[in-house]
């Protein structure tokens, strides 16, 4: 049974320049959720796609948007760089219905060094 | 909104002793309690959930927590750690009541306790 992945593994980007980052949920899992873990901090949560629309966002701007495909699978896409968006962006799977308990499963994550 | 606060940053203990990482929680609602662990340079991994019911939660890797809702905590502790156990471990909540569909499953996490074991 494969669990989330995540691609790529590591990118660098320059600043002002737009990056896509795909991620695939546990098999089964129908909820995808995006968190930005910058170094040495804990992750925070940018935001959560359910039947192919965002049900809830963090504190992030508008530059950062996603996607969630039929299949459940992901993208998070941030706009117009900064050097502060380097960080470690990890994928989130789980179950989105009440009821189905509350596991959720990180990826491998992807990083981003933005020059 | 819910907020973690993970009262060590640094915990250096040596090889065979116990360790107690601690974990403080606010929440207007009712929460859902993990732990997870980060190895250098790879994604989180769940040690333990709490959801309901026995406030003792026994987690992989001879790990525990208990839940201790009057002082809103919920502690991990190992009663003998080894080297492999030096990792990055993170305290999060999600909210516990479930409105709808894809609503409540948002973790908030706390800054991490970096568990150093020495030999």
């Known amino acids: 049974d494969a669990g989330v992945t995540q691609s790529p593994t590591h990118l660098i980007k320059t600043r002002g320049q737009q990056v896509t980052l795909r991620c695939s949920p546990k098999?089964?899992?129908?909820?995808v959720s995006w968190y930005q873990q910058a170094l040495g901090q804990g992750p925070q949560f940018i935001f959560q796609?359910?039947?192919?629309?965002?049900?809830q966002r963090g504190n992030f701007p508008d530059r950062f948007s996603g996607h969630q495909f039929p299949n459940y699978s992901s993208e998070l896409n941030v706009n117009a760089l900064l050097l502060g968006d380097s960080a470690l962006y990890l994928c989130?799977?789980?179950?989105?219905?009440?009821?189905?308990?509350?596991?959720?499963?990180f990826g491998e994550g992807s990083w981003l060094t933005v020059v | 909104a819910q907020s973690v606060t993970q009262l060590d940053s640094q915990v250096p203990v040596f090889e065979e002793a116990p360790v107690e990482l601690r974990c403080n929680y606010s929440?207007?609602?009712?929460?859902?309690l993990f732990w997870y662990v980060q190895y250098p340079n790879q994604g989180l991994q769940l040690l333990l959930k709490?959801?309901?019911?026995?406030?003792l939660v026994k987690g992989i890797n001879g790990f525990e927590a208990e839940f201790n809702k009057s002082q809103t905590s919920f502690h991990l502790r190992k009663p003998s750690v080894h080297i492999s156990d030096t990792a990055e471990y993170f305290c999060?909540?999600?909210?516990?009541?479930?409105?709808?569909?894809?609503?409540?499953?948002?973790?908030?996490f706390g800054s991490g306790t970096q568990l150093t074991v020495l030999p």
């Open positions: 796609y359910y039947e192919e629309e965002e049900r």
């Open positions: 929440s207007s609602v009712s929460v859902y």
């Open positions: 709490y959801l309901s019911g026995s406030t």
């Open positions: 989130a799977s789980s179950l989105g219905h009440p009821g189905a308990g509350n596991t959720i499963y």
């Open positions: 098999s089964g899992h129908d909820t």
């Open positions: 999060a909540v999600s909210r516990g009541v479930e409105i709808s569909s894809g609503s409540a499953r948002q973790l908030t």
